[in-house]
């Protein structure tokens, strides 16, 4: 691939804004970090750089450690922004280690977008002090600090041993935290008290996809207690994507688990375990959560008894008739029910809604209440509840996995959002079966019929490249791609995935086939990187396998096409002979149904990408050349 050259003059200049004369970095709350991202300076959160021990749970900055110290003059670098739709990225390599002088122009290290690898260069001259995020670290956040630097040799011995460790480092706690989150994830930040515990590392919920915002922790790798090696797996997190293993970046101990394993729906971010570097912590760090979690459960437990006594003292003010009958019919509890009326008066509505909703709350009836109230009524709610216990054991609940939730919601905003427009052709199957056959007998070559399909419309697309696009919101426009890069949907029991065949229209169909069963096999085992099903210009949605004729596929977006496969059936068919006399004829059909994004798809553009592939089907050994 290909390597650019970043020159940004802004990064070199980033840190001096905020410096102090001496260049230092101060901890003030309002410091800021600055990136560069499309040609302006956007400054990120600087609130990474408070410590190890207690950094804030809200940052995105995952599993790098940071410091602060205004002892000596430094600068520290940044992730930068090589592309406008850049928002993380990988570290291929570095090109100078720890020590090295740098000269303006010296390549610092590789990095790895979601585009290409491009040169990160230096702007200044000085000396390499530190590397915080080494080789192979991968979806590094754009802002992140990837190293520090320091004008003279001898302001390298000057940068503490710690930065990135776990040591000398000052503790600071967030200054709040959002009353949704607490509400709904009760154990996050306010059940951990760190004050008292050893050196350590709390791991947050990383960000391991542009688009996750929560994951589940499918399977913890190690135990508490156990030694952690720079590489080993620590646990295996299913993100809106695919499951993907969370490696760990240093060496040292697991102390704690703190989202055990089948934990849904961890925001990203929050804790999810607590590392230490000597294995004399562990106990400390142990006994230390367990207590502080009790405490606070026991604290939160009480304040919601205090909060649901006074809500039910002061909820309800006045009672109407027709709403005391329904509370004595039913032998209710008139401080349970919501009061909407004037001045918090009880309406006969109300009690029609709570028993609508089932959730009613009984009380012991007095014996007024019993002489009041007729046996028949007992009898008949005494059946309701029989029935209602009957009808909940009917169904059962299926949990989604995070895969098949973001399916849903990104299927649902196609339709809404995108203007489908379908397009369908009968294309003759009998070439392709018999190149298939042909390719077997006498290459002993097996490929399916999906592979030739797959080179059939790569070849379209490329004869058709206004078939190859997206809709651009921003713009509004058209934009034109310059790789044909085709979506495999692949049926797993998580989800449909759809994992990427890139520059399909160069390769032969043997490597397609090859290529398309190892993506297919990673698929299924959840084991896809980021980089092989994000992406893509075009899909195929086959279905030929089963009794399916013809169907409708929804578009994936971006995307602005998806074409649905279905089965091959024989047909009878008239066919003029070398006599001019008609007959009839038996051949495989293949129905092929295009769904099209309107706004990239008139009828001209669709009519020539059919036309392609009506092409290509009958004249199918010309893919081979």
């Known amino acids: 691939m290909a390597l650019s050259r970043l020159r940004h003059p802004l990064i070199s200049h980033s840190i001096r804004i905020l410096s102090s ?43 790098v450690k940071f410091f602060s110290s205004s002892d000596f003059p430094h600068e520290v670098l940044g992730m930068p922004a090589l592309s406008p739709t850049m928002t993380q990225g990988n570290i291929a390599k570095w090109r100078k280690k720890e020590g090295d002088k740098i000269a303006v122009g010296d390549i610092l290290c590789e990095i790895e977008t979601d585009k290409a690898t491009l040169e990160f260069e230096s702007l200044e001259e000085g000396f390499l002090a530190k590397i915080l995020v080494p080789d192979g670290s991968k979806d590094v956040p754009v802002g992140q600090p990837i190293a520090i630097t320091v004008e003279e040799e001898s302001g390298i011995q000057n940068v503490p041993a710690s930065v990135g460790g776990e040591s000398g480092v000052e503790e ?98 929050q804790p999810i375990a607590i590392t230490v570097e000597d294995a004399s912590d562990i106990e400390a760090v142990k006994n230390s959560i367990s207590s502080s979690s009790v405490n606070q459960k026991e604290k939160t437990t009480q304040h919601d008894t205090k909060s649901e006594v006074k809500t039910k003292k002061t909820n309800t003010a006045r009672i109407s008739p027709a709403a005391k009958l329904l509370i004595l019919e039913y032998g ?51 059946q309701e509840s029989k029935s209602g216990l009957k009808q909940s054991d009917t169904y059962e609940d299926f949990p989604n996995s995070q895969i098949r939730k973001v399916i849903a919601k990104r ?9 489908h427009l379908y397009l369908s052709s009968d294309v003759t199957l009998d070439p392709l079966l018999s190149l298939r056959k042909d390719l077997k007998e006498q290459y002993d070559v097996k490929v399916s019929v999906n592979d030739i399909i797959i080179k059939v ?87 030929g396998m089963y009794p399916v004729d013809k169907f409708c ?51 001209k553009v669709g009519g020539a990408f059919l036309s392609a592939l009506q092409s290509n089907f009958r004249d199918i050994r010309r893919l081979l050349l």
């Open 21 to 63: 004369s001496t260049r230092s970095i101060s901890r003030t709350p309002n410091s800021r970090i600055y990136s560069v991202g499309n040609g302006n300076l956007r400054p990120a959160s600087w609130s990474g750089l408070t410590g190890v021990c207690n950094r804030p749970l809200k940052s995105r900055w995952i599993d």
């Open 457 to 543: 419309v790569a070849a379209a697309l490329r004869n058709v490249p206004e078939a190859n696009a997206y809709w651009n919101d921003e713009k509004g426009e058209v934009i034109l791609c310059d790789s044909v890069d085709i979506s495999i949907a692949v049926a797993t029991e998580k989800g449909l995935m759809t994992p990427i065949l890139k520059n399909a229209d160069h390769k032969t169909i043997s490597a397609i086939s090859s290529e398309v069963k190892e993506l297919a096999a990673k698929a299924r085992e959840g084991k896809l990187k980021p980089q092989e099903f994000q992406g893509g210009t075009f899909s195929i949605s086959n279905l």
């Open 411 to 419: 299927l649902l905003e196609s339709k809404q959002n995108t203007p």
């Open 332 to 382: 209710l509890d008139a401080s349970t029910l919501n009061a909407t009326g004037p001045h918090g008066t009880l309406l006969k509505g109300d009690v029609l809604s709570a028993i609508k909703s089932g959730k009613l709350s009984s009380k012991p009836a007095s014996s007024k209440e019993k002489a009041s109230s007729s046996q028949s009524h007992q009898v008949a709610a005494s």
């Open 553 to 603: 596929a929804i578009i994936n977006p971006p995307q602005a096409c998806i074409l649905a496969v279905g089965r091959g059936n024989k047909v009878v068919e008239a066919v003029i002979g070398a006599d001019g006399i008609e007959k009839p004829s038996v051949a495989t059909k293949l129905n092929l149904t295009l769904s099209a994004d309107h706004r990239v798809f008139d009828g």
């Open 172 to 269: 600071k706690k967030p200054a709040h935290q959002d009353a949704a989150d607490e509400e709904r994830k009760p154990e996050t930040t306010s059940t951990i008290d760190t004050s008292n515990l050893p050196p350590h590392i709390i791991l947050g919920m990383p960000a391991l996809s542009p688009t996750m915002n929560q994951g589940n922790i499918a399977k913890w790798n190690k135990k508490e207690g156990d030694k952690i090696e720079v590489g080993d797996i620590l646990c295996e997190i299913e993100t809106d994507k695919a499951t993907l293993e969370f490696e760990s970046l240093e060496e040292g101990y697991l102390a704690k688990i703190v989202a055990p394993e089948g934990s849904k729906e961890v925001a990203v971010g």
